[in-house]
């Protein structure tokens, strides 16, 4: 299994190798409604039996996953937190110099940390996540937020004061592929999980970074029109490629859940 990366290793181009693991219903929603934030989710009871048993699953696949790979960044997406349109914490007026905070942050005490074990990666283009929560003890992995140039200079000024590192990129929303970059040059980061569906995903999907895709599929059925989906991306235009798997495994549990691994071909 660990072959996977190297096949595709001469094929990322600076990045780290990036897998999705992901549960969703069979029709492949991966809420039960628009605008849930995974807490919300994660206290919905109207599958509680499927969702525990797929639940356990999940756990046996992420366990496995983790041996193989050791990733050492998780990544998630801001929606994942925090509720479309929720009113955001104010933060003081920043009155210093833009360069100053327009920059990439990475505080030598937390990089270097004796009980740093990986970073949980925020996609943050708007800078709405604004606990000033640091990660850290007991498990030993420090958030890391990656934000674009249009968050507020006071939303970066806050996350420096709190000493939480982040990488920007992009103009309006986070230019993923710069990120990744990043992630590998600045920090040495050779492989990235993520349990981002939806929009994350979508955009993973569109620009050709995901290299491996993991979905347990729970037996039920959920429907909808905003309900999130695995790959909540824009439209394919004309003439422009699908993206092609490669199946590797597939497992049926008899609870019904069912976990499908595939290998993303980047190219065909």
């Not at 780290?16 to 029709?27: E, G, K």
């Not at 929603?29 to 919300?40: A, Y």
């Not at 479309?84 to 920059?103: E, F, N, T």
Request: glycine fraction near 10%; include cysteine; aromatic fraction near 8%.
């Amino acid at each position: 299994m660990k072959a996977l990366i190297n096949e595709n290793q001469n094929k990322l181009s600076g990045r780290p190798y990036i897998y999705l693991t992901v549960s969703a219903s069979a029709d492949g929603r991966i809420s039960k409604g628009s605008n849930l934030t995974m807490w919300e989710e994660m206290a919905d009871t109207r599958a509680l039996v499927e969702d525990k048993a797929g639940g356990v699953i999940y756990e046996e696949v992420e366990k496995k996953l983790r041996s193989i790979y050791k990733p050492q960044v998780d990544m998630l997406g801001s929606n994942s937190l925090v509720k479309i349109g929720q009113a955001l914490k104010q933060l003081p007026p920043y009155d210093g110099d833009p360069k100053s905070v327009y920059q990439d942050f990475l505080p030598e005490e937390v990089i270097n940390s004796q009980s740093h074990l990986g970073w949980l990666l925020a996609v943050d283009g708007q800078g709405r996540l604004r606990s000033g929560w640091q990660g850290g003890n007991p498990r030993g992995w420090y958030m890391l937020h990656s934000v674009s140039y249009s968050v507020p200079a006071e939303y970066l000024s806050f996350l420096q004061a709190k000493k939480i590192p982040y990488l920007i990129a992009g103009e309006k929303q986070v230019d993923l592929k710069i990120i990744m970059g990043k992630l590998k040059s600045k920090l040495g980061i050779t492989c990235l999980r993520t349990s981002a569906g939806g929009k994350l995903a979508g955009a993973l999907l569109r620009l050709g970074l995901l290299d491996e895709i993991n979905i347990v599929s729970s037996p039920y059925l959920v429907g909808g029109v905003d309900t999130p989906t695995l790959f909540d991306s824009s439209d394919l235009k004309s003439g422009e490629s699908l993206t092609f798997l490669k199946l590797v495994t597939i497992q049926v549990k008899t609870t019904g859940h069912i976990w499908t691994r595939y290998q993303v071909i980047h190219e065909k």
